[in-house]
Nanobody, 118 residues
Framework: QVQLVESGGGLVQAGGSLRLSCAAS????????MDWYRQAPGKQRDLVAS???????QYADSVKGRFTISRDFAKNWVYLQMNSLRPEDTGVYYC????????????WGQGTQVTVSS
């Protein structure tokens, strides 16, 4: 019922910035959580940042002070501002949304590649 479309990935040098966007569309009663996950080559997909419908925010330790997650509740968009990027930030970034549409469900975006060169 919820489709997620991501944009904003690309190739940047270390120390640069990128802004990722994720747009949610479809039929649902309410989106509760919107998250960003990252999967590096050969590694497990890990949570980077999360924001709830109440505005509570959590970050992975590796991105605290550098990344900022925000949400437009009216538009059902979530953003990830990434500053001071490091090579270890390289990976595929996925948007996730949990929502009520009947049963409580979740949807994942297709992923967007972020590559940080040294």
């Amino acid at each position: 019922q919820v489709q997620l479309v991501e944009s904003g990935g690309g190739l940047v040098q270390a120390g640069g910035s990128l802004r990722l966007s994720c747009a949610a569309s479809g039929r649902f009663f309410a989106i509760t959580d919107m998250d960003w996950y990252r999967q590096a080559p050969g590694k497990q997909r890990d949570l980077v940042a999360s924001i709830t419908r109440g505005g509570s925010i959590q970050y992975a330790d590796s991105v605290k002070g550098r990344f900022t997650i925000s949400r437009d509740f009216a538009k059902n968009w979530v953003y990830l501002q990434m500053n001071s990027l490091r090579p270890e930030d390289t990976g595929v970034y996925y948007c996730r949304a949990a929502y009520y549409g009947g049963p409580y469900s979740e949807s994942w975006g297709q992923g967007t590649q972020v590559t940080v060169s040294s």
